[in-house]
């Protein structure tokens, strides 16, 4: 690593030690940047790396809410506004009993450079809370968020900070977010992305990682002359970006034999057909129910319990749909063992620092969450150009906006990381695009 990033990064590390998450990503990003601070000093000169690696706001509140037998709970609530160099805070809020300071700070600073990258104007932020929506029912749902929604509403804006969903935040959440929002502050902003169609939303939208990233697995496949297409693909998570990278996969001619909750994996290894899919995706989102209670009504699946898809079969194609962290070291040489040519991370930071360098360094064509699942906030970007102009482009537009953002955002990547001499390495590509110009953005206003 540069001297000046690894100085940087000692400070860090000695300031934050507890926050293992995210100085994983900042190792991540500051590990690929050494090219870039070597030729050119002025960010050194400008400390662009410590400004850039400390939130410009880091807000935490409580959240009291009342459950379903009348007793009053309460939870952290947490969004921290990164940077806003290059537009508004943007980024999603994530409601999982796992969420912490360090979680958010990784998603946070992760979202600076994917938001970058889409060549729209947003800032990076990330927020959220330690609220589990399952198995709660939508009053408790609608009780917390309207309590979250009643101190964020005052830290947001449409110029300010425009927040998302994420794990366990859908069209349900921010629904009942946004009812918040506008009766507090008597006015239809937008302030939230992931709005319904009915009111405010963009169609793709829940589509949109999902699609986004099968888009740019296909741009690095067409590097090798490879396609979707009788692909056998395995895929984790079962949520928003999970289900529609299988729909897109499924429609493009590949196998999808995999999908995964926290619980375990479903398996069909002559690959899924897209009714087996909707019956999930009904299951899922409208019955919210488990995939093993899907497996059970299903004797052409198999479902393995408290496991991870990838040493379950041999897969050509991996995308990791979840969460940070399910694909180890373990993980990656299984998949090299079983042929695995392309690494797709439609989750945030899915792989490990070791299983990365081990795919990379097989050849294996990996893309960065930063990169590959940024098709979310690119249309959710599209979603605020629709209300500010106050009007809806078609499924077909949004689309077609969404697909060429996805193959910018691919020949950006790649474009940087052939400037710095590592041609198929789209992490270092990724990052030093997506740094170079937020970086500049902010040596252009000063401190
Ligand atoms: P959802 O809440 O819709 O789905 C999350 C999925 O991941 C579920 O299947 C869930 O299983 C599983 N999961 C969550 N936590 C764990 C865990 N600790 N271990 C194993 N499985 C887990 O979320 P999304 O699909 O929206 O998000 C998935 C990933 O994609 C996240 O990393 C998110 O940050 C990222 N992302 C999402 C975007 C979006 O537009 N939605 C945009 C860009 C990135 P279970 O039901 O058992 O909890």
Redesign the pocket.
């Known amino acids: 690593m540069n001297v000046y990033a690894s100085r940087v990064l000692e400070n860090l590390t000695k300031q934050h030690s507890n926050e293992k998450e995210f100085l994983q990503s900042v190792t991540e990003v500051f590990g690929t940047l050494g090219k870039l601070l070597d030729r050119e000093n002025k960010y050194e000169k400008n400390k662009i790396l410590e400004r850039i690696s400390i939130p410009e706001r880091a807000i935490t509140f409580q959240v009291p809410w009342v459950d379903a037998k009348g007793e009053i709970q309460v939870n952290y609530g947490y969004r921290i506004q990164f940077n806003s160099a290059i537009g508004p805070y943007k980024g999603?809020l994530?409601f999982?009993p796992?969420v912490n300071m360090s979680i958010l700070k990784f998603?946070g600073f992760e979202q600076i450079f994917k938001n970058s990258l889409t060549t729209l104007p947003m800032g990076g932020g990330k927020g959220g809370s330690n609220f589990d929506p399952?198995g709660k029912t939508d009053a408790e749902v609608m009780s917390f968020c309207q309590s979250f929604m009643r101190e964020l509403y005052r830290h947001i804006g449409p110029n300010t900070d425009v927040p998302?969903?994420?794990?366990?935040?859908?069209g349900r959440e921010i629904g009942y977010l946004f009812g918040q929002y506008r009766r507090i502050v008597n006015s239809y902003d937008s302030v939230l992305t992931?709005k319904k169609l009915n009111w405010g939303g963009s169609l793709v939208r829940p589509e949109?990682?999902g699609y986004g990233a099968v888009y740019f697995a296909s741009e690095m496949l067409a590097t090798r002359k490879m396609d979707f297409a009788g692909r056998r693909v395995l895929i984790?998570?079962?949520?928003?970006?999970?289900q529609y990278a299988a729909k897109k996969a499924i429609l493009l001619g590949a196998k999808v034999m995999s999908l995964?909750?926290?619980?375990g994996t479903i398996l069909v290894e002559q690959g899924m057909t897209l009714d087996q899919l909707e019956a999930i995706m009904e299951l899922?989102n409208v019955r919210r129910g488990?995939l093993s209670e899907y497996a059970a009504t299903d004797k052409s699946t198999k479902y393995v319990a408290s496991e991870r898809p990838w040493k379950q079969l041999k897969t050509e194609i991996a995308m990791p749909?979840?969460?940070?962290n399910?694909l180890d070291i373990d993980d990656a040489k299984a998949l090299i063992a079983g042929g695995c040519v392309c690494v797709c991370e439609?989750?945030?930071m899915?792989t490990t620092l070791e299983a990365t360098s081990c795919l990379q360094s097989n050849h294996v064509l990996f893309s960065p969450?930063k990169a590959s699942?940024?098709g979310?906030?690119a249309t959710s970007g599209l979603e605020m150009s629709q209300n500010a102009m106050r009007l809806s482009w078609t499924a077909e537009e949004v689309d077609a906006k969404l697909h060429g953002i996805m193959v910018s955002i691919h020949n950006t990547a790649k474009a940087a990381a052939e400037e710095f001499g590592e041609p198929d390495n789209y992490v270092l590509g990724a990052n030093i695009a997506g740094f170079r110009k937020v970086a500049d953005a902010m040596i252009d206003q000063g401190i």
């Open positions: 999603g994530r999982h796992s998603l399952k998302a969903g994420d794990i366990g935040v859908g992931g949109a990682t984790s998570g079962s949520g928003n970006v999970a995964s909750d926290s619980s899922k488990r749909c979840a969460t940070q399910e439609g989750a945030n899915p969450g699942n940024a979310g906030v």
